[in-house]
Nanobody, 126 residues
Framework: QVQLVESGGGLVQAGGSLRLSCAASGRTFSTYAMGWFRQAPGKEREFVAA??????????AGAVKGRFTISRDNAKNTVTVYLQMSSLKPEDTAVYYC?????????????????WGQGTQVTVSS
């Protein structure tokens, strides 16, 4: 079955770094664009970053550009997507979700993505 499993979340001090991972299987995710979204307490889920299937194109939300880097590894049966987060701020505190899109260049809308993980908590203390 389709599975996207995030890992790597945790508690970190402001200014620190974390690397999130997402293992995606059950579909030909090597042909999918992949992305990360996040949802802070009391807020709607928002786009963070996305990468196209060949890793040639990446794009980011303005709030994380220059601090976060998305990358991917297209192995045969499982695609792994990474989100390297640096210079973390308390406002980065959220549940982070991995998502897959069949579109070549999905936008930043949730509707462009049809596969979702359960999320991993990231907490940044001040």
């Amino acid at each position: 079955q389709v599975q996207l499993v995030e890992s790597g979340g945790g508690l970190v001090q402001a200014g620190g770094s974390l690397r999130l991972s997402c293992a995606a299987s059950g579909r030909t995710f090597s042909t999918y664009a992949m992305g990360w979204f996040r949802q802070a307490p009391g807020k709607e889920r928002e786009f963070v970053a996305a990468i196209n299937r060949s890793s040639g194109i990446t794009y980011y939300a303005g709030a994380v550009k220059g601090r976060f880097t998305i990358s991917r590894d297209n192995a045969k049966n499982t695609v792994t997507v990474y989100l390297q987060m640096s210079s973390l701020k308390p406002e980065d505190t959220a549940v982070y979700y991995c998502a897959g899109s069949p579109l070549t260049y999905p936008g930043n809308r949730e509707a462009d993505f049809n596969s979702w993980g359960q999320g991993t908590q990231v907490t940044v203390s001040s």
